[in-house]
C-alpha cells in the first residue's frame, strides 16, 4: 500500500458513507438496490475527480444486509480493479483465530472484501491484533488502529493512564511502533486513527517520536475540520490521510467531483 499511496503530503481521502441522506442526495432508494446504483454511478467519478484513496465506511451496507454487502463487495471490486487504494472502515478487533478470521476476510487477496488497509479496533490490546498485523504485513497491506478519536464517550477511557505512565491512546501509538521495529522487514502501512477535532497533545500522543508511522485523520469537511489546517493539525506525520465524506458526498451526483476537486485545492492550501 506504502507504495501506492500519491506522492506529496497530506493525502485526501474520500468517505464512502452511504447515509440514507446521501443516497436521497444521489437519487437512489436506501435499500440494497439502490446502493448497487449509486455504487456503479460513484466509482466512475471517484477515478474522474483524481482522487487515490477511498475509505467505504462498511456500516451503512452492512445495514441493508447481504444486498448491501454485495454492492460493497462490487464497490471494492471496481475500485481495486481501477487501481486505487481502498481502506476497509470495518474497525473489527477480537482476539486470536477470531482476529484471524477478520483478517483473512479483508485482507487475503481475492476475498470478497479484499482492501488494501482495514481500521481494527485495539480494547483487547495492540498485542491481540497480531493476526491482522501480519497478513496485512505478508501481502504488504496496511492496517490503521483507533487511538484517539473525536467522540465525547471515549475521552475517560483513551485518557486514562496505563501502568508504564503512558495514556491509553498514547499507549497504543506506542505499541504499535514497537511491533513495527520487531518486524523492519516488511513492506506495509501500519498506522493510527486519530481524529482531526481534538488535541492529540491532550490524549497523551505526541507524533514527533513517530514521524513515519502513517495518520488516517477523519473530521474534516463536515465535522468542521478545514483541510488547509492538515499540515499543522499533525507537522511531523507523513502521510496524513485526511479524511472527507459527507462534505463531498451529499451534493450529489452532478457536485460529487467539483467537491472532491475543491477539497484537494484547499488541502494544498
Given at each position: 500500500?506504502?507504495?501506492?499511496?500519491?506522492?506529496?503530503?497530506?493525502?485526501?481521502?474520500?468517505?464512502?458513507?452511504?447515509?440514507?441522506?446521501?443516497?436521497?442526495?444521489w437519487g437512489v432508494p436506501d435499500s440494497g438496490e439502490g446502493l448497487v446504483q449509486f455504487v456503479n454511478t460513484i466509482v466512475p467519478l471517484v477515478a474522474d475527480s483524481g482522487c487515490a484513496v477511498v475509505k467505504p465506511?462498511?456500516?451503512?451496507?452492512?445495514?441493508?444486509?447481504?444486498?448491501?454487502?454485495?454492492?460493497?463487495?462490487?464497490?471494492?471490486?471496481?475500485?481495486?480493479?481501477?487501481?486505487?487504494?481502498?481502506?476497509?472502515?470495518?474497525?473489527?478487533?477480537?482476539?486470536?483465530?477470531?482476529?484471524?478470521?477478520?483478517?483473512?476476510?479483508?485482507?487475503?487477496?481475492?476475498?470478497?472484501?479484499?482492501?488494501?488497509?482495514?481500521?481494527?479496533?485495539?480494547?483487547?490490546?495492540?498485542?491481540?491484533?497480531?493476526?491482522?498485523?501480519?497478513?496485512?504485513?505478508?501481502?504488504?497491506?496496511?492496517?490503521?488502529?483507533?487511538?484517539?478519536?473525536?467522540?465525547?464517550?471515549?475521552?475517560?477511557?483513551?485518557?486514562?493512564?496505563?501502568?508504564?505512565?503512558?495514556?491509553?491512546?498514547?499507549?497504543?501509538?506506542?505499541?504499535?511502533?514497537?511491533?513495527?521495529?520487531?518486524?523492519?522487514?516488511?513492506?506495509?502501512?501500519?498506522?493510527?486513527?486519530?481524529?482531526?477535532?481534538?488535541?492529540?497533545?491532550?490524549?497523551?500522543?505526541?507524533?514527533?517520536?513517530?514521524?513515519?508511522?502513517?495518520?488516517?485523520?477523519?473530521?474534516?469537511?463536515?465535522?468542521?475540520?478545514?483541510?488547509?489546517?492538515?499540515?499543522?493539525?499533525?507537522?511531523?506525520?507523513?502521510?496524513?490521510?485526511?479524511?472527507?465524506?459527507?462534505?463531498?458526498?451529499?451534493?450529489?451526483?452532478?457536485?460529487?467531483?467539483?467537491?472532491?476537486?475543491?477539497?484537494?485545492?484547499?488541502?494544498?492550501?
Open positions: 500500500m506504502k507504495d501506492r499511496l500519491p506522492v506529496g503530503n497530506p493525502v485526501l481521502c474520500v468517505g464512502i458513507d452511504p447515509h440514507g441522506s446521501v443516497l436521497e442526495a465506511q462498511v456500516a451503512f451496507f452492512e445495514r441493508h444486509g447481504l444486498a448491501g454487502m454485495r454492492a460493497l463487495a462490487l464497490l471494492l471490486g471496481v475500485l481495486r480493479s481501477r487501481g486505487l487504494v481502498t481502506i476497509g472502515d470495518a474497525k473489527r478487533g477480537d482476539i486470536g483465530s477470531t482476529m484471524e478470521g477478520y483478517a483473512e476476510a479483508w485482507l487475503t487477496p481475492g476475498s470478497d472484501f479484499e482492501v488494501d488497509a482495514l481500521t481494527v479496533v485495539p480494547y483487547q490490546g495492540v498485542g491481540a491484533l497480531e493476526p491482522v498485523l501480519a497478513l496485512a504485513a505478508e501481502h504488504a497491506k496496511g492496517v490503521f488502529v483507533l487511538s484517539a478519536t473525536s467522540n465525547p464517550e471515549a475521552r475517560d477511557t483513551q485518557r486514562a493512564m496505563r501502568s508504564d505512565g503512558l495514556s491509553v491512546a498514547s499507549g497504543v501509538v506506542h505499541d504499535l511502533a514497537a511491533w513495527v521495529d520487531l518486524h523492519p522487514s516488511t513492506v506495509t502501512t501500519h498506522g493510527v486513527v486519530v481524529g482531526s477535532t481534538l488535541s492529540s497533545a491532550d490524549f497523551g500522543i505526541d507524533m514527533t517520536k513517530h514521524p513515519g508511522m502513517p495518520i488516517l485523520a477523519p473530521g474534516f469537511g463536515h465535522q468542521g475540520v478545514s483541510l488547509s489546517s492538515a499540515r499543522s493539525l499533525f507537522p511531523a506525520t507523513s502521510p496524513v490521510l485526511a479524511v472527507v465524506a459527507r462534505s463531498v458526498l451529499l451534493t450529489g451526483e452532478q457536485g460529487f467531483v467539483d467537491a472532491v476537486r475543491a477539497a484537494e485545492g484547499e488541502l494544498r492550501s
